[in-house]
T-cell receptor, first 113, second 112 residues
Framework: NAGVTQTPKFQVLKTGQSMTLQCAQD?????MSWYRQDPGMGLRLIHY???????DQGEVPNGYNVSRSTTEDFPLRLLSAAPSQTSVYFC????????????FGSGTRLTVV | KQEVTQIPAALSVPEGENLVLNCSFT??????LQWFRQDPGKGLTSLLL?????REQTSGRLNASLDKSSGRSTLYIAASQPGDSATYLC???????????FGAGTTVTVRA
């Protein structure tokens, strides 16, 4: 059972480039979300999805897009990378909203130069 | 907006001492509270999940208590070991928006 798988683990982008961070889970979880972790700021919610075809914004959505075409996958797209998006990104999933614990991926460390 | 605070921010203890990590939250209407461990440069590992109807959960040397009405949770780690050195994060799911809100964490160092 792989849990939540994130790729790539590390990435360096130039300002203005675009890229997609991949997230996949094999636990049939309905709820998936993306967080970024920055020193002194803790983990902040970027976007989340309560099921295939349904997404919504979190606390810091600007500069990021998401879509959810399947239950398993929830990619995060950076449209035009900026140095302020240098961070560690975590994908998480849970069976449904509310009463269940979250499982986190191992993270993607992104540097924008 | 739910605010989660963890005190202390850092803790250094000799091996064998018991650890007490505190977490407080401002909105007591929660579904559950989850404690995570994060090693440097790694992801989050779930330690304990406490439902809002529960008072505590135990796993091995770890025990977490929850006082929902006062907005507090405490993680106890008995007989600490150097391998317990890590950052411990507290997170709550708030009932009105189902969002997972994190504290900033407590960084623990256990000295051999």
């Amino acid at each position: 059972n792989a849990g939540v798988t994130q790729t790539p683990k590390f990435q360096v982008l130039k300002t203005g480039q675009s890229m997609t961070l991949q997230c996949a889970q094999d636990m049939n979880h309905e709820y998936m979300s993306w967080y970024r972790q920055d020193p002194g700021m803790g983990l902040r919610l970027i976007h989340y999805s309560v099921g295939a075809g349904i997404t919504d914004q979190g606390e810091v959505p600007n500069g990021y897009n998401v879509s959810r075409s399947t239950t398993e996958d929830f990619p995060l797209r950076l449209l035009s990378a900026a140095p302020s998006q240098t961070s560690v990104y975590f994908c998480a999933s849970t069976l449904s909203e509310g009463n269940y614990g979250y499982t986190f991926g191992s993270g993607t460390r992104l540097t924008v130069v | 907006k739910q605010e989660v605070t963890q005190i202390p921010a850092a803790l250094s203890v000799p091996e064998g001492e018991n650890l007490v990590l505190n977490c407080s939250f401002t909105d007591s209407a929660i579904y559950n509270l989850q404690w995570f461990r994060q090693d440097p440069g790694k992801g989050l590992t779930s330690l304990l999940l406490i439902q809002s109807s529960q008072r505590e959960q135990t796993s091995g040397r770890l025990n977490a208590s929850l006082d929902k009405s006062s907005g507090r949770s405490t993680l106890y780690i008995a007989a600490s070991q150097p391998g317990d050195s890590a950052t411990y994060l507290c997170a709550v799911i708030t009932a009105n928006d189902y969002k997972l809100s994190f504290g900033a964490g407590t960084t623990v160092t256990v000295r051999a």
